[in-house]
């Protein structure tokens, strides 16, 4: 009989996502007798849940991105059946999610994987109760960990770096139930990719500099003034600009002005990331889980720019911290540093070299081999139980 495995994400940010898409197809790649399903839990639950838990998330990072910050550090802290605030939140979130919750009871899963906390929290809440039995496994996806991605019983975590799993180990999750196995990305990355017949693919001549900006995948932040900034780089430069899935922000991009020094592209949504990647000498980006782990893995060096307090912040310190990055504090000074690290190219090479030491690219099979071994060991308990 095919094995069962669910994997979890919520669509809070495009990372959660992203990742459950990569532990997905290592699992189909590696085990394709199976039934596999990913599911991004708010779609089972109502509009409103959905917009304040989804949504909102986007509209705070345009506009109030320090109040996430805060959110971020005040959640931080140690969990407690007393404190008001995390009974409140357990309380509307298994209220806005009966559905999810009959999904998980009415299917006879052999291992459940989670790529947000959302989904992980629920679940631990029904091994409490004794209502839910297989084995569920928590992928998190930034470089730091944080309190709410602790929620026992889980059988196993998956941490990006050795801090994050000591982080848990402080939140009580015994260190035998994490693996480092870096952020799970797409197996696209897997293979490497010769920077010069991906730049030939891509029009790109190869007799400059080809600057990488990245928008995320729903294109926020402020995007036209890194874009405007970028270009008063003195020395020519290839720029490839990518927008995600913001049409919007794609066509007002190219409507705008470009330095003729330069010569510019503009995509939207692309399935060739790691192409562009490989092409490129440096990406100009947010530093979020997902983005950083594809960068890392594609050896290319990283200009962070306006990162998200919280999480994206503690990426920033790491990659930093690694030499796999430098940051610009402030749009106005990004021509200056972008095109210092461009005219200086042992500077270059080095982050480069920093950034391919610490890429991971096989952490998504490394994630569905274990998810694998679980369902078998659940499988076999199950078959002990029936004799």
């Known amino acids: 009989m095919p094995r069962k495995i669910l994997v979890l994400s919520a669509a809070v940010g495009a990372g959660h996502l992203r990742a459950a898409e ?202 036209e003034k890194i874009f405007r900034a970028i270009q008063e780089i003195a020395a020519p430069l290839d720029l490839v600009v990518v927008t995600g899935k913001n049409e919007e922000l794609r066509m007002r991009l190219k409507g705008l002005p470009t330095e003729p020094r330069h010569r510019v592209k503009i995509l939207g949504f692309t399935a060739e990331m790691h192409e562009w990647m490989a092409a490129a000498d440096v990406v100009v980006t947010k530093p979020g889980g997902l983005t950083s782990s594809e960068a890392l893995a594609s050896g290319l060096a990283m200009v962070i720019v306006n990162p998200i307090p919280g999480q994206e912040s503690r990426n920033s310190d790491h990659l930093l911290e690694q030499g796999a990055a430098i940051k610009v504090n402030a749009v106005a000074t990004l021509s200056y540093k972008l095109g210092s690290l461009l005219a200086d190219p042992a500077r270059l090479q080095k982050l480069q070299g920093n950034a391919k030491r610490l890429g991971r690219p096989e952490a998504a099979f490394d994630v569905a081999k274990k998810v694998l071994e679980f369902a078998d060991a659940f499988r076999g308990t199950k078959q002990t139980a029936s004799v």
């Open 22 to 223: 990569a532990v997905e197809l290592a699992l189909r790649e590696l085990a394709p007798q199976d039934e596999i399903r990913n599911l991004d839990v708010l779609t089972l639950t109502n509009a409103m849940f959905r917009r304040v838990y989804g949504s909102a998330y986007i509209d705070l990072v345009n506009k109030l991105p320090h109040v996430l910050g805060y959110f971020y550090d005040m959640l931080d802290q140690p969990p407690s059946p007393y404190k008001r605030s995390d009974r409140l939140r357990q309380l509307v979130q298994r209220l806005n999610l009966g559905k999810f919750l009959d999904l998980l009871t009415s299917i006879e899963w052999d291992a459940v994987v989670n790529t947000h906390f959302l989904p992980a929290e629920l679940i631990a809440g029904l091994k409490k109760q004794g209502k839910f039995a297989p084995p569920q496994l928590t992928v998190t996806t930034d470089f730091e960990t944080h309190r709410l991605w602790s929620n026992e019983p889980c059988e196993h975590y998956f941490t990006a770096t050795p801090e994050g799993a000591i982080y848990l180990g402080h939140w009580g999750v015994p260190r035998e139930k994490i693996s480092v196995t870096g952020i799970p990305i797409h197996p696209w990355f897997r293979a490497p990719l010769d920077r010069g017949e991906c730049r030939a693919k891509h029009g790109l001549a190869g007799d400059r500099p080809v600057v990488l900006q990245l928008a995320g995948g729903f294109g926020v932040g402020p995007i």
